[in-house]
C-alpha cells in the first residue's frame, strides 16, 4: 500500500548499510511489495539485499519478481547459490522459472540441486504446456481418513510452513488416490474427536493433469475453489492448482484473445512490451499483415474487374470506403459477440441457427438505416447533370442504397457464422481474427456493390 | 465433475418425488453443481424442489443461479417467502440481486426483509457502480488484539457458518479501525497462549470503499490474496471482497474491454447473447456503425476531390482497398498492443517517446516490405500501354509503394499514440475502439495516397 513512501525509506537503510533494518523491513512487508522495490535496483544490488535475509525468505521474495527479472538473476548468479535458492522456491514458480533458462544454465544448476527437488523439477517439466500439469504446485496438503480432527490439526500446524495452501486438504488413500477433500473450516468447527473420513466431501471437484489449463482455471472460477486437485489418470493426486494461479492464467488467456482478434502472432508471451525487440515485434506483427495486404490486392481485383463501371459514374468510387468500413464494422461486431457467448459458454454450436437469425434480425434493422444513409448522401451531394443519359440519381442512390444494405446483412452473417464454424473444425474461434474479417468482408462487399450496381444501372 | 450423470439421476428422484433422497442429493453436491441442474427446470418446479430444503442451503444454492434467472425467480415468487430467502443470502449477491429487480418488486420485498438484513442491503445500495463498496460483502470475521489464539479459535468455530471466509481475519480496535490482519495458518501454527496483537500483520494491504472495483481485483491479484478488507475514509472496516470476486470483475472488465475494441456500446451488461432483445442488440450496436458509416463518407470525398487523378489512372482505384486495409490492420496492432501493455502496467504516459521510437522501428521494416509488396503489384500485373504519355509505369509503381509505405508509418504511429492521447486526458485507452481507428486511418490514408501519387506523376 504504501510503496510509494517505502521506496526511499529502503534506499536510506540500503546507503547507510543498515543490515539488521534491512532484515526486518524485508521480514514484516509483503514480499510483493518487496519485489518491486528491489526490482529497480541493479542486480549486484539485489543479489547483495538478498543475502542478507534467510534462504526461505530469500526464495519467497525471489519467486515475486517478474519471470524476466528471475531469469536475468538466475543467468547472471553463482550457480551453487542458485541451486539453494532453488530448493526453496514454491514448486510451481521454479517450474517457470526452469522453463525459461537457457539450456545451458539450465545443464549447470539441476545437477547441484538436492535429489528431491530435482525430482520434483524434472515431474514437472514433462508435462505439456498450458496443461494443469505444467501450472499446478506439488505442495499441497494431505490427510488420512482415518485421521481424527485433532491430529489433522496437528499435522497441519507442522507441514504449514511448507504448503502453498492448508486450507483446502485432500484426502488420500494408500495409494495416495484421491478419495476426498475437506476444507480447514470443516475441520476447525468439528469435534476434536471426529475423524476425517466422517466429515471430509467425496463429490472433489478435480482436474486431470494432462486437462487444459484454461479448463482448470474455469473450474476454479465457477466452483468458487481456493484450490483445485489435480490427480493423474489412476485418480492419484500429483498437484494443486491455487485461485492466484487461476487469475494468472485467466489473464494470460485474455492477452491471447486479444492479441489473436488484432491478429499478432507469436508465442504471447510474458515479456513486457517494451522488453520485445523491434525485429521480433516485426516478426509477431508481419506475417498477418503482408497475408492481408496481398488478400486485399483480390479486393483491387474486382476493382479492376469493373473499371469501366467506375470510369462511368466516377461517383461510385466515393462510396468504396463506406462499402469497405462498414462491413468491417458489423463484421467485427457480430464476431466478438458471437466469440464472447461462445467463450462464457453463453451459446454453442447447436444454437448455430437461433445466432443466425437474432443476427439476421439485427442486421437488417442496421441494413435499412445504412442504405437509408447512402442513399441521402448520394441523392443530396451528388450533381445530376454528371450522370450518363438512360440513369437517374434516383436509380443511382436507390442501387447504392441496396448494395449497401446487402454488405451489412452479409457481413454481419459471415461475422457470427465464421466463429462457429471454426468451433466445428475444433479450431479457436478467435482465430477469426478482425484483420482478417475485415480484410474478407472488403472482398465479398465489392463484389456485392459493383454486382448491384450493375445490375440497376446497366440493365442492357 | 459427473453434471452429465447427475441429470437423469435428480429427473428420476423429482419424478418418484423422493423427497428424503433430493434433499441429501441437494445437501451434498456443490451448490453450483445443483443450481445448474435446477437451472434447466420450470419455475414452479424450481420452486418445489428448494422449498424441500431448509433456508441456509436453500439460499446457498439460489445465490449460485445465474443473475438474471434468480431475478426472474424472485420476481414470480411469494414476497414474504422471498424475504425470508434474502436474509439468508450471501450479503454481496443479495445485494447484486436487489439492484437488478423491478423498482415495484424491490419496493414491495424490502420492508418485509428482517431489520438488520434490510440495513446492510440499504448500506450496499449506497455505493456506486463498479466501486469496492458495490461488490464487497459484509460477512466478514474480525477479531480484537488482545483475544489469546485458543479464544480466537473458538470464536471463528462459532462465526464460521455465516462468514463468507475464516481464512483472512482483519483485527479491529474499540471503533472497528482497521490495525492488522491475521491468517488463519498464522493462528493454527502460533502457541495458544500466544495474543493476537503479537502475531498480527500491521502492514495490511486494503482497499477504500470508494476504489474502483478493477483496482481492488488488481490488488488480489498482485498480492495472491484470499480476500481484501475494505475499509471507509476513517480506516474503519466495512466489508470485505473475496477472491472469486475479484475473478468475476477480472472476466467483466475483459468483456468490456473487448466490446469496446470492438465499439459495441451499451451497459456491457450481465444478460447472455441469446437473450439480449434484437432491438436491444441493435441500439447497442447501430451508434458506432451509423457514426462510423457518415465518417467513412468523409474519406468519399477525399476520392471525389482526386476523382480527375483516379479517372486518368484507373489501375490506381485497385490500391484503394490495400491502401485502407493495410492502415486499419498496422493501427489496429499497434493500438492493441499498446492498450494491453497500459493495462498491465508495462508502460505509462511517461513511456510516450520510447513507444513511439520502438514503433516507428517496427512501422518502417513494415513499410518496406509493404512498399517493396505494391511495387510487384503494380509493375508486374499492371499494362504498361495504358499509361497517359509523360508517366512511365515504373513511375506509378514507385509512388504506389512510397504512399503505401507512408501509411503503415503513420497508420502504427496514430495506432500506438491515440490510446497514449486517451491516458493523458484521463480517459480509457480502449475507448480508442480498432473500428473507429480503421475509419480514420482510412481517411489519413486516402490523403496520403493522393497526394503523394500526384506529386509523382503530375509534377507540373
Known sequence: ????????????????????????????????????????????????????????????????????????LATGQNR????????????????????????????????????????????????????????????????????????AIEQLRIQAPEKETIYYVYVVDENRRLIGFVSLKDIIVSKPGRRIRDLMHTDVIKANVNDDQESVAGKIEKYDLIAIPVTDDNDVIVGIVTHDDAID????????????????????????????????????????????????????????????????????????????????????????????????????????????????QVSAMMACVMGLLAYIRLIVFAESDAMPPGTTLAMLGLAVAVALALQVLTSTLIGALLPLIAVFFKLDPAIVASPALTTVVDITGLVIFFAVVSRFIMPA
Open 249 to 360: 492464467i485467466i489473464r494470460q488467456e485474455q492477452t491471447e484473445d486479444i492479441e489473436k482478434l488484432m491478429a499478432i502472432s507469436g508465442e504471447h508471451e510474458i515479456t513486457p512490451y517494451l522488453k520485445i525487440s523491434v525485429f521480433r515485434h516485426f516478426r509477431n506483427r508481419s506475417g498477418w499483415i503482408v497475408g492481408l495486404g496481398i488478400i486485399s490486392m483480390l479486393a483491387g481485383l474486382v476493382i479492376q474487374r469493373y473499371e469501366e463501371v467506375l470510369l462511368q459514374f466516377a461517383v461510385l468510387a466515393t462510396f468504396l470506403p463506406m462499402i469497405a468500413d462498414t462491413g468491417g464494422n458489423t463484421g467485427s461486431q457480430s464476431a466478438t459477440l458471437v466469440i464472447r457467448a461462445l467463450a462464457l459458454k453463453e451459446i454453442s454450436l447447436r444454437d448455430i441457427l437461433r445466432v443466425l437469425f437474432k443476427e439476421m
Open 80 to 151: 551453487r547459490q542458485m541451486a539453494r535458492l532453488l530448493e526453496e522456491m514454491p514448486a510451481d514458480d521454479r517450474a517457470d522459472l526452469i522453463r525459461e533458462l537457457d539450456e545451458k544454465v539450465r545443464d549447470e544448476l539441476l545437477p547441484l540441486v538436492a535429489k528431491a527437488e530435482r525430482e520434483d523439477i524434472r515431474k514437472l517439466a514433462q508435462y505439456e504446456e498450458e496443461t494443469a500439469g505444467s501450472v499446478m504446485s506439488t505442495d499441497y496438503a494431505v490427510l488420512r481418513p482415518d485421521m481424527t480432527v485433532e491430529q
Open 1 to 72: 500500500m504504501k510503496n510509494p513512501l517505502l521506496i526511499p525509506e529502503l534506499r536510506e537503510l540500503i546507503a547507510a548499510n543498515d543490515m539488521a533494518a534491512i532484515r526486518e523491513f524485508c521480514a514484516e512487508t509483503h514480499p510483493e511489495t518487496v519485489a518491486e522495490l528491489l526490482g529497480g535496483l541493479e542486480h549486484p544490488e539485489i543479489w547483495r539485499i538478498l543475502h542478507m535475509l534467510d534462504t526461505p525468505l530469500r526464495a519467497h521474495i525471489f519467486s515475486h519478481f517478474e519471470l524476466d527479472l528471475q531469469v536475468e
